[in-house]
């Protein structure tokens, strides 16, 4: 059975900055890549970052390219999403992914498994 868990979110004022984790089981985690997508009230799940099973690729939203870093260690069967200066536009539910495409893909369609989520809330 497949599980993704996230972890780390909370509140935090702006500026500030979380780490968030992705903890997988139940799945070969070095043979898909991996993303972090987002959803805030009323919106629709939108993506944030992903990273390529061989940790030398990455993909960035441009409303998160350099404030956010994806990153992955296949040894923990872990993906990170590090998260700095962060505004109150950031808040939002972060969902990681995975996806076992041989491409580095941004749609959330295109991610086969899920986790259930870790809010994130941003106050200004």
């Known amino acids: 059975q497949v599980q993704l868990v996230e972890s780390g979110g909370g509140l935090v004022q702006t500026g500030g900055s979380l780490r968030l984790s992705c903890a997988a089981s139940g799945l070969s985690f070095s043979r898909y890549n991996m993303g972090w997508f987002r959803q805030a009230p009323g919106k629709e799940r939108e993506f944030v970052a992903a990273?390529?099973?061989?940790?030398?690729?990455?993909s960035y939203a441009d409303s998160v390219k350099e404030r956010f870093t994806i990153s992955r260690d296949n040894a923990k069967n872990t993906v990170y999403l590090q998260m700095n200066s962060l505004k109150p536009e950031d808040t939002a539910v972060y969902y990681c992914?995975?996806?076992?495409?041989?491409?580095?893909?941004?749609?959330?369609?295109?991610?086969?498994?899920w986790g259930q989520g870790t809010q994130v809330t941003v106050s200004s």
């Open positions: 992914a995975a996806d076992f495409s041989p491409d580095l893909r941004v749609g959330a369609k295109m991610y086969f498994y």
């Open positions: 990273i390529s099973r061989s940790v030398g690729t990455t």
